[in-house]
T-cell receptor
């Protein structure tokens, strides 16, 4: 099992460019999440998908859109990148069966917007 | 609402020293509690967890006990190694909800 995979690993964008960050999990998890991590700021939730076909805003959704393409895949789109979106982006998934509730994280995408 | 507070870092220790990272939480009901670890350049990974009061989670020499009376889940290790240098996140999650609440993270540096 690959777990949670993210592409790309690194990306440099110019202000105003758009891009989509891809995430996939092979653990048959229902819930998936997008976080951003900035120095000294911990993790902040951007969007999440409790189950296939649903998405909801997290703490910092402005400037982002998401698509839950199927149970495996959850993408994050920046329509018009801004320098404030320079960050490390993590995708995660969670099994909502049983009482585990632990999250599994991908390796991250390091995005620079210049 | 639900929240997690953990001690600010960085914490700097010498190899073989005793480690404690404090974590307290606010939550209704009976959440599950977690410690995640993030090594440089990597994503978070689960270090240990506890799902009910008085449970002790343990892994790789780290331990934490779910204390409902003090709403705490402090992380401890008896003898740290240089390889333990990382950022540690305390977190909680509840059944029925779909979000995990993370603390701000505590960076640990271990010197040889």
């Amino acid at each position: 099992n690959a777990g949670v995979t993210q592409t790309p690993k690194f990306q440099v964008l110019k202000t105003g460019q758009s891009m989509t960050l891809q995430c996939a999990q092979d653990m048959n998890h229902n819930s998936m999440y997008w976080y951003r991590q900035d120095p000294g700021m911990g993790l902040r939730l951007i969007y999440y998908s409790a189950s296939e076909g649903t998405t909801d805003k997290g703490e910092v959704p402005n400037g982002y859109n998401v698509s839950r393409l199927n149970k495996r895949e959850f993408s994050l789109r920046l329509e018009s990148a801004a320098p404030s979106q320079t960050s490390v982006y993590f995708c995660a998934s969670r099994d909502t069966q049983g009482n585990s509730y632990e999250q599994y994280f991908g390796p991250g995408t390091r995005l620079t917007v210049a | 609402g639900n929240s997690v507070t953990q001690m600010e870092g960085p914490v700097t220790l010498s190899e073989e020293a005793f480690l404690t990272i404090n974590c307290t939480y606010t939550a209704t009901g009976y959440p599950s509690l977690f410690w995640y670890v993030q090594y440089p350049g990597e994503g978070l990974q689960l270090l240990l967890k506890a799902t009910k009061a008085d449970d002790k989670g343990s892994n790789k020499g780290f331990e934490a006990t779910y204390r409902k009376e003090t709403t705490s889940f402090h992380l401890e290790k008896g003898s740290v190694q240089v390889s333990d240098s990382a950022v540690y996140f305390c977190a909680l999650s509840r059944g029925g909800g779909f979000k995990t609440i993370f603390g701000a993270g505590t960076r640990l540096f271990v010197k040889a």
